[in-house]
């Protein structure tokens, strides 16, 4: 009666309410995702070591060193095992079926509660987090079946196998979490310095980041470690493609927007909403809504919605701090560093600080990965008088894709002939800018 009555805050008793509609159907559901779990828990999570071990996406060092590795354990254990192993007996056998036995109870007792939420446990994230209930069974049950082989050298050599395979996936999944924690450092740093403070309610909505093993969910956490007091939840990220006309069904202004977060709930408003793109090892870029209107290098989730980033929620009065014993002391000044310092005096209208750091980045051994980061540093050198160095710096990234950087480029020199005094100087670079990169006056 317990189940019936009360309603997990993130999940809801699908089997229940299956069994209630159709009893004999929601059986039959209810076989078929055991007998699921049952091949991904006991076999497939194995055999994917051995499937996905050319898929690493790894330069040739870790390549090499995974592949050593391997080799390396499946020699070392198939040695000891033919050295050091006695032959079984019946009463080994008689053994390995009671915990084969065990293990099956085991494994039944852990899917309840994954089976009565209509879940079945896969390999990939986020969802694979539901097979670790069935590790203890799985693995009584694996080692039942390996036991009861005949052949002991056939025992040996499967075992070796696994125990070679699962290392070198161990190998390539620690590798993936270290490049993912990378990319959040680098995100969380660059972040900071582009964006000092945030409009309490504000919603921060960014491109599918390059991680594995987190989510908008897991990320909101940290940010809100930047952004926020302790204990409140003042900002949240959300991913486009995931959230978009979903969790954030409306993105016109003036919506009130709110998430239960299992603790905290968040309250915002679409008014307060901050799109970025992050793209390593391209810099991570707030959307300028009048640049990015036109900009097909945009990631298809921003392209159509980028108009309602709002980056007048960047607050200057104070400056985040990133937690310096989880993220490390600030790494060294790159171009990405003097990027987001120059977004930032861009926004306050500073533009004298901007075409100061323009000759500090260009001044390094590093350079932009897109060719949008040149445009705030153009704008700051035509603010500043230097129409020369603007026109070089536009020729360089108009180059690079006539297609795709010749409109938002002609939208950046509108707004520059705009905002910028009407000098005879200007209006000859203007006429530069519009037969070179074939703007419309």
Known sequence: MFFFTFQNASYQYVLLDAL??????????????????????????????????????????????????????IVLVGLYLFKFTDRGDSNDRDFAKQAGLIGLV???????SVWLIGIVPQLNFSIDRFMLPFMLGASLILACLIALI???????????????????????????????WKTQQNLFWQMSTRIPALEKGTILISNDLPVTYFSDNSL?????????????MNVILYFASVRVGKTLPNLEPGQPHQLYYVGPTFYGNTSNIVM????????????????????????????????????????????AELPVQFYGDEPEYNWCYYFEQAELARQMGDWERAAALADTAFSLDD?????????????????????????????????????????????LWTR????????????VTMDIVQNKFECLP
């Open 20 to 73: 209630r509609d159709d009893f004999f159907s929601g059986l039959l559901h209810l076989i078929n995702n055991v007998a699921l779990s049952f091949w991904r828990t006991v076999f497939e999570a194995w055999i994917y070591s051995f499937l996905t071990i050319g898929l690493t996406g790894f330069g040739p060092l870790t390549l090499t060193m995974m592949l050593v590795l391997l080799f390396s354990v």
């Open 106 to 112: 085991f494994w039944g007792l852990s899917g309840g």
């Open 150 to 180: 005949k052949n002991q050298r056939t025992q040996m050599i499967l075992m070796a196998l696994l125990i070679g395979f699962a290392v070198s996936r161990q190998f390539r999944l620690e590798e993936v979490f270290r490049n993912d």
């Open 220 to 232: 909101s956490g940290p940010l809100n470690w930047i952004y926020s007091p302790p204990g409140e």
């Open 276 to 319: 970025f793109k992050y793209e390593p090892p391209g810099c991570l870029r707030v959307l300028d809504p009048e640049i990015d209107s036109v900009n097909r290098l945009l990631p298809e989730s921003l392209r159509d919605i980028d108009q309602y980033s709002n980056q007048a929620v960047i607050l200057f009065d104070r400056q």
């Open 367 to 411: 350079y932009p990965n897109d060719p949008i980061e040149r445009f705030v540093f153009i704008e700051g050198y035509a603010h500043t008088g230097d129409w020369e160095k603007a026109v070089e710096l536009s020729d360089v990234s108009y180059k690079i894709s006539k297609k795709f950087v010749g409109p938002p480029l002609c939208k």
């Open 416 to 427: 520059i002939a705009r905002e910028t005094e009407s000098t005879r100087e200007q209006k």
